[in-house]
């Protein structure tokens, strides 16, 4: 069946910031499919009531408390999904956070540049260290970094968001180098670029995100799993070092 290349049953992820919003639609695109989950989040109370929901739906959850910030923390949880499973197949980096409030550059507060950069792009690389020795050894995995359209173009002209914008467009740009030093390795490297979702967290004021979209309506997180499953499965297989944009249409213009 042409739908088998899209399998990841007993496939084994790791997923950051999957206790809400896209990294839940994610962890469930892949748990509704057969795949075993390690969910890692800063957020103790989401992360629990994700795996609890999850587990109901039939899918094998262990969950890790932390922030991808934390190098320790993250280079031991994934090994302990390696000892525990036997192997990694599957990575998301999808953690991230945006500018506390729009801003131009010169009114940027060094703590709000600092965490941003902190959580985004700092965050993308510890997972990524952390996992790819294992998908070395193994001489197999699918990573998944989640950017951002505004990784691809400056959103200044609807949301200046200066740090946010930075750290997505190192995130594609760190994407496209990765998968080349690990394209002759059976690792496929990719980066998921959302446009406007609508999520728990955000937009707090969706009325000029629509107006955005060419679509005239945000995206639901659910409309992300078509492109998880796809990037997470062997149907991409000779994919690597690309973006996926997903975004009603926005970067057409
Ligand atoms: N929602 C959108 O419109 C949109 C658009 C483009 C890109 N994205 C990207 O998609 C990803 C998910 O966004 P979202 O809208 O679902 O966010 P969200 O705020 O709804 O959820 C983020 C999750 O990540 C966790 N998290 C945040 N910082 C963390 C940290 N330091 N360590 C561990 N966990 C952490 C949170 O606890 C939460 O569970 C982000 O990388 C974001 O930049 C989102």
């Given amino acids: 069946m042409i739908t088998d290349i899209f399998s990841v049953k007993g496939k084994t992820a790791f997923l950051t910031g999957a206790a809400a919003g896209l990294g839940r639609a994610m962890a ?3 748990g509704e499919n057969g795949a075993i989950l390690w969910l ?3 957020d103790s109370g ?3 009531a994700t795996a609890k929901a999850l587990r109901g739906q039939g899918a094998k959850v262990t969950t890790v408390l932390g922030d991808v910030t934390d190098a320790a923390a993250l280079t031991q949880a994934i090994a302990d999904l390696v000892a525990a499973e036997g192997r990694l197949d599957i990575c998301i980096t999808n953690a991230g956070i945006s500018d506390a409030s729009p801003s131009l550059l010169h009114d940027v507060q060094d703590a709000d540049w600092t965490r941003v950069i902190d959580v985004n792009l700092n965050g993308v690389f ?3 260290r952390a996992a790819l020795g294992h998908m070395v050894a193994q001489g197999h995995g699918k990573v998944i970094t989640v950017a951002s359209m505004w990784g691809l173009a400056a959103p200044a002209g609807a949301f200046p968001r200066p740090a946010y914008a ?3 467009g190192a995130v594609v ?3 496209r180098e990765m998968a080349l030093h690990y394209a002759d390795k059976g690792i496929q490297i990719n980066a998921l670029c959302p446009g406007i979702f609508q999520t728990e967290t955000r937009p707090r004021d969706p009325t000029a995100a629509i107006a955005y979209t060419p679509m005239g309506r945000l995206g639901r997180p659910r409309e992300i799993k078509g492109a998880t499953l796809f990037l997470a499965s062997s149907a991409s ?3 690597t070092g690309q973006t996926l ?3 009603g249409g926005v970067l057409a213009r």
């Fill in 237 to 239: 297989d000779f994919m």
């Fill in 46 to 48: 989401a992360l629990e």
């Fill in 173 to 175: 740009n760190l994407t």
């Fill in 28 to 30: 469930e695109a892949l």
């Fill in 245 to 247: 944009v997903i975004d």
């Fill in 166 to 168: 930075a750290s997505k």
């Fill in 40 to 42: 890692y989040d800063r």
């Fill in 126 to 128: 510890l997972t990524c």
